[in-house]
């Protein structure tokens, strides 16, 4: 079993910035993928931003290349989403999840059902 906890949303303006952390517990030995979704109020789940923790390899969204980063810190065990000149169109509960599915370390995977592990999310609110 693995447990995620996100920390860091929060209400900003329109251009700043935000950094949400992601602590990870558990059996964390089984999952090598880790990824961020996002879901806005009567919208779909939806993938922003993924990594592979041994291969370091990470693929993001078209909406928000060159805006967010993710990356990971081996020794907390925790993963981040540093999230910049952001926009009132990011506003939306914000997940991060893992996944066991060895093939998403290879090609990445893009879709909520590849994902075996949910932290609860955290709200992140972009005012214009």
């Known amino acids: 079993q693995v447990q995620l906890v996100e920390s860091g949303g929060g209400l900003v303006q329109a251009g700043g910035s935000l950094r949400l952390s992601c602590a990870a517990s558990?059996?964390?030995?089984?999952?090598?993928?880790r990824g961020w979704f996002r879901q806005a109020p009567g919208e779909e789940r939806e993938f922003v931003a993924s990594?592979?923790?041994?291969?370091?390899?990470?693929n993001y969204a078209d909406s928000v290349k060159g805006r967010f980063t993710i990356s990971t810190d081996n020794a907390k065990n925790t993963v981040y989403l540093q999230m910049n000149s952001l926009k009132p169109e990011d506003t939306a509960v914000y997940y991060c999840?893992?996944?066991?599915?060895?093939?998403?370390?290879?090609?990445?995977?893009?879709?909520?059902?590849?994902?075996?592990?949910w932290g609860q999310g955290t709200q992140v609110t972009v005012s214009s």
């Open positions: 999840a893992a996944t066991e599915f060895e093939h998403c370390s290879v090609y990445g995977c893009f879709r909520s059902s590849e994902y075996n592990y």
């Open positions: 558990g059996r964390t030995f089984s999952t090598d993928g």
């Open positions: 990594i592979s923790w041994s291969k370091g390899t990470t």
